[in-house]
């Protein structure tokens, strides 16, 4: 009997990823959030996932970073709103989910 194949990343669904990722991925975002405030940096975009950046945006409040912060669409969701909670307000997100000027309504969000 053979075993089964291995499912690729694509074939995985999202739940499953996110659990293999947290294994791997970063739990303490103070020293980034630090290294960006020494920085001097005015903007940061962070090009990560929803609950590493709720970690990320309370990391950031807490250092005292107060340039602009903007994502991507791997932060636009509910998860990163609950986590982060008033310290992911006023972060920018970027999405091309739908287009503006057909849909005015994809220009809000709950974090922006």
């Known amino acids: ?3 089964p194949r291995a499912r690729s990343a694509s074939e995985r669904t999202h739940a499953e990823r996110a659990a293999s990722a947290d294994q791997t991925t970063t739990k303490d975002y103070g020293p980034i959030a630090q290294t960006v405030k020494q ?3 005015t903007a940061l975009f962070y090009a990560g996932y929803d609950a590493q ?3 990320f945006a309370k990391a950031l409040k807490s ?3 107060n ?3 903007m994502s991507g669409n791997g932060v636009k969701s509910d998860v990163f ?3 982060a909670k ?3 307000e006023g972060w920018y997100m970027s999405c091309g989910c739908q287009d503006a ?3 005015p309504a994809a220009c809000t969000t709950a974090v922006s």
């Open 63 to 65: 250092v005292g970073y």
């Open 81 to 83: 709103v609950q986590g």
């Open 39 to 41: 920085s001097g940096a």
């Open 101 to 103: 000027t057909v849909a």
């Open 1 to 3: 009997m053979r075993s």
């Open 86 to 88: 008033a310290d992911g």
């Open 67 to 69: 340039g602009i912060r």
């Open 53 to 55: 950046g709720a970690q």
